[in-house]
């Protein structure tokens, strides 16, 4: 579950966003070599949610998968978000 690696050649997998350039300039500053994959996400649904899907998002890099692969339960994310916290660990969110 490694999500940045001592290689010379590093990969990281950024979210879709707006400043993806800004923000692979700066990495590939930073770490002098790299390759940036951007991959593309799913949109929530309403306002409210954006933290769920950043946790969720991240989650499923912590597991070695692709967020861009999985569509996530929105409706089920919450409840989930709460139990992973009350037990103290973190586990893929549900997805449809």
């Known amino acids: 579950m490694k999500l ?3 290689t010379p050649l590093l990969s990281i997998q950024i979210l879709h ?3 993806d350039i800004g923000l692979q300039d700066l990495l590939c500053m930073l770490l002098q070599h790299c390759a940036i994959e951007v991959v593309k996400s799913q ?3 309403g306002g409210k949610d954006c ?4 946790i969720g998002n991240a989650t ?3 597991c070695d998968k692709i967020p861009g692969m999985i569509v996530f339960n929105q409706d089920k994310m919450r409840s989930h978000l709460l139990e992973c916290i009350e037990k103290g ?3 893929l969110f549900p997805s449809a």
Do not use: E, M, Q
């Not at 933290?51 to 950043?54: R, T």
């Open 4 to 6: 940045l690696t001592t």
């Open 17 to 19: 966003s707006r400043s």
């Open 43 to 45: 949109k929530k649904v």
């Open 51 to 54: 933290g769920l899907f950043a």
């Open 60 to 62: 499923t890099l912590c």
């Open 89 to 91: 660990t973190f586990a």
